[in-house]
């Protein structure tokens, strides 16, 4: 079975999205072993400088690398962009390749350290647009659990 692993920079605040979330959590059970790591979110001024913000994002890298491991895919507005079957594929190499383990990391609103995301055997962008981190999350676990259902053959992706 594989193993999904999730990084995230911060708690969700809404009931809704933690909802949501639970939802897919609940899913993904049928088909692989997940864990969620929320991880606190460095505070910075009102108005960062871009010192204060690199200072932030190698901290929160520290945290996020405590939890990484196996394929890495850190969500970056400069990765690749997937569609729903390629991400299955991705996936499915990976537990092919001897990979267990996928990590999936979302950094905080100013993104993730350069070391983080050179980590990544796949940098994965959502799309070009910008969404909050908190609905991020949601789509995120929407779209593992829709890249087994794949993987599957089953009816939920089409």
């Keep these: 079975m594989m193993n999904i692993n999730l990084i ?3 708690k969700l605040k ?6 949501a979330c639970a939802e897919y959590i609940k899913r993904l059970g049928r088909y692989c072993s997940f864990e969620l790591h929320e991880l ?10 871009d010192k204060e913000i690199a200072a932030a994002l190698k901290k929160e890298a520290e945290q ?7 394929m890495i895919v850190p969500m970056c507005i400069e990765g690749k962009q997937l569609t729903s079957p390629e991400l299955s594929q991705k996936m499915t190499e990976a537990g092919v390749s001897g990979q267990s383990t996928v990590t999936f990391i979302i950094g905080s609103s100013f993104g993730l350290d350069d070391g983080i995301k050179s980590m990544g055997a796949l940098k994965l962008s959502m799309s070009k647009m910008t969404f909050p981190h908190q609905l991020a999350r ?3 676990l929407e779209q593992i659990y829709r ?3 794949i993987a599957e ?3 939920y992706h089409k």
Excluded: H, N, T, W
């Excluded at 606190?40 to 400088?49: H, M, V």
């Design 8 to 10: 995230v920079m911060g």
């Design 153 to 155: 053959g089953g009816k």
């Design 64 to 70: 996020i690398k405590k939890y990484a491991k196996g």
């Design 14 to 19: 809404e009931d809704y999205l933690r909802s």
């Design 40 to 49: 606190d979110e460095c505070r910075l001024s009102d108005d960062p400088s």
């Design 138 to 140: 949601v789509m995120l």
């Design 147 to 149: 890249a087994f259902q």
